[in-house]
C-alpha cells in the first residue's frame, strides 16, 4: 500500500510540476510543493533536485510527444497533409510541448532538453525539406531554422490560449504555422480543416 501511495505520490507531483513549470519556467522546488499541497520533503523524497524533477517531467513529456507523432504516414500523403497531423498532434498535447519550449530556453545545461526536442523537430524539418523541394512550401530559410520559428509561434499560441485569447490553439497554431511556410492564410484554415474532417470521419467509422 506505502509503494502504491508513492507512486501515486510521484505522478501527482510530476502533474502538478509540468503545469507549474510550463507557466514559470523558473519555479523552484518550493512552487511545486505548495501548488501540489504537499509539504517540500514530500517533493525530495521523489526528486533529490530541481533538476531531477525537470528530468522527470520532460522524459514523460517527450514520451507523451513521441506518442502522439507516432503515426506513420500514408505512402500517398502530401508533406502539406503530414505536416498539419504532426502539428495538430503536438496541440494536443500542448502543455508537454510547451514546458518542454519553455524549460529548454533556461534549462538546457542542465537536462538535456534540446537532447529530448531534436527528434521532434527533425521530423517536423524532415517534412518541411521535402516540401520545399515539392515546391508547396518557401524555402527563404532553411529548414531548421523555420522550425524554430514554428517553435516560437505554437509557444505563443499556447500562450494566448492560456490568456483566454484562443479557444481553438490546434487550428490556430497550425495554420499560422502553414502561412510562415508560404501558404496563404485562407488556403492554410481550408487545409487545416479538410484534414481534421477526413481524420474525424476516419474516426468514427
Do not use: C, K, W
Not at 30 to 40: F, Y
Not at 50 to 77: F, K, M, N, T, Y
Not at 113 to 133: D, F, Y
Not at 172 to 198: F, H, N, Q, W, Y
Amino acid at each position: 500500500m506505502q509503494r502504491s501511495d508513492a507512486r501515486s505520490n510521484r505522478a501527482r507531483i510530476l502533474d502538478v510540476a509540468q503545469r507549474v513549470l510550463a507557466d514559470n519556467p523558473d519555479a523552484t522546488i518550493n512552487d511545486v510543493a505548495a501548488a501540489a499541497g504537499v509539504v517540500r520533503r514530500t517533493v525530495y523524497a521523489h526528486f533529490a533536485s530541481r533538476e531531477a524533477l525537470i528530468d522527470g517531467i520532460a522524459l514523460e513529456a517527450a514520451d507523451s510527444i513521441a506518442s502522439a507523432l507516432g503515426r506513420v504516414p500514408a505512402a500517398d500523403e502530401s508533406a502539406v497533409t503530414v505536416f498539419v497531423r504532426q502539428t495538430l498532434a503536438l496541440t494536443r498535447v500542448g502543455d508537454q510541448y510547451r514546458l518542454l519550449l519553455a524549460v529548454a530556453r533556461t534549462d538546457l545545461g542542465h537536462n538535456g532538453i534540446h537532447n529530448l526536442l531534436g527528434p521532434m523537430r527533425e521530423a517536423a524539418a524532415a517534412v518541411i525539406r521535402r516540401g520545399q523541394r515539392e515546391g508547396v512550401f518557401s524555402s527563404y530559410q532553411a529548414a531548421e531554422v523555420l522550425i524554430l520559428n514554428i517553435e516560437a509561434i505554437a509557444l505563443s499560441i499556447l500562450e494566448a490560449t492560456n490568456a483566454g485569447l484562443l479557444t481553438d490553439p490546434a487550428g490556430a497554431a497550425t495554420t499560422s504555422s502553414l502561412v510562415l511556410l508560404g501558404i496563404a492564410p485562407e488556403d492554410a484554415e481550408r487545409i487545416v480543416a479538410d484534414v481534421r474532417a477526413v481524420d474525424s470521419s476516419a474516426r468514427a467509422r
